[in-house]
Nanobody, 122 residues
Framework: QLQLVESGGGLVQPGGSLRLSCAAS????????IGWFRQAPGKDREGVGC????????PYVASVKGRFTISRDNAKDTIYLQMISLKPEDTGVYFC???????????????WGQGTQVTVST
């Protein structure tokens, strides 16, 4: 069973930056597309973006374009979500998810992490 683990969340002031990481224990993520999602308090989960196994990334939501970047280091078997110019509305639990059947971003995800909290506040 693939288990994803997110890390790197925390409290940051508006305008600050964070880099989240997504990794798996005893499993190679290099073949799979990985998505990032977030869920704000009281709101539905929304997709942030996706990265294919070859490193092509696409944003899912317009509000993060130009501020969030998804990348991957297949040598370290880790996927990153670099977030800059953070806003209070970026607050939420951030999840990564793996598509176990596609190397490209198909929009289907089969395994999810537990999430890491990001709080943007003064």
């Amino acid at each position: 069973q693939l288990q994803l683990v997110e890390s790197g969340g925390g409290l940051v002031q508006p305008g600050g930056s964070l880099r989240l990481s997504c990794a798996a224990s005893d499993f190679t993520l290099g073949y799979y597309a990985i998505g990032w999602f977030r869920q704000a308090p009281g709101k539905d989960r929304e997709g942030v973006g996706c990265i294919s196994s070859s490193g092509d990334s696409i944003p899912y939501v317009a509000s993060v374009k130009g501020r969030f970047t998804i990348s991957r280091d297949n040598a370290k078997d880790t996927i990153y979500l670099q977030m800059i110019s953070l806003k209070p509305e970026d607050t939420g639990v951030y999840f990564c998810a793996a598509d176990a059947y596609h190397s490209h971003c198909s929009g289907q995800y089969d395994f999810w992490g537990q999430g890491t909290q990001v709080t943007v506040s003064t």
